[in-house]
């Protein structure tokens, strides 16, 4: 069942962020958002997500469905190793440190696994990110600027691990990089002045 968003609003103080936004994200495949900056892409996001609630609207088609995050902001515990940072969301963070290293793996970092956050990098911490994620799994992955301080080759090859891994779901990615974008989705929704405009496009694989 596709995501339905029907006339979201959202605002913080005197801005309005979301002015009954609407759109349709498919089940399966890769959705892009885009907007300048401020428009409200994590703002959608994290209503998707269910960490906000709209002022008004409603959202269909995400009740019951496995929605696995990568925050723009990695959101790591600070107390615990990088490897135990993404074994919280598969249990028990000692009994599944071996899986959470071969997920560590995924995202080339297996070797900072026992790394606390403030001693990573910005673009390691943006990996654990992803790794949780990935060790999550699910219907549906929102992705929030999620390759910032990755090169272009290392983005790349983390892109093919989210893809694969949530093939028979659908990715919601928030990208900066148009370039990119156009590279990866098969479909567009852009946010304008609490407008949509959504933009299917086929691709050749």
Known sequence: MPIRCENLMKSYGDKDVLNKFSAEFPDKGVTCLTAPSGAGKTTLLHLLA????????RIEGISGKRIAVAFQTPRLLPWLT???NVALVLGDRKRFIPEAIEWLAQ??????????????SGGMKQRVSIARALAYGGDCVLLDEPFNGLDEALAHRIWEKIRNRFSRGCIICAL?????????????????SGVTKEEERGKNK
């Open 50 to 57: 269910g960490i906000i609630i709209p002022d008004g609207g």
């Open 82 to 84: 990088a490897a135990q």
């Open 107 to 120: 995202v080339e970092l297996e070797p900072e696994a026992g790394a606390y956050p403030d001693e990573l």
């Open 176 to 192: 900066h990089d148009l370039t990119f974008a156009k590279e990866i989705a098969d479909n567009f929704v852009a946010i304008s």
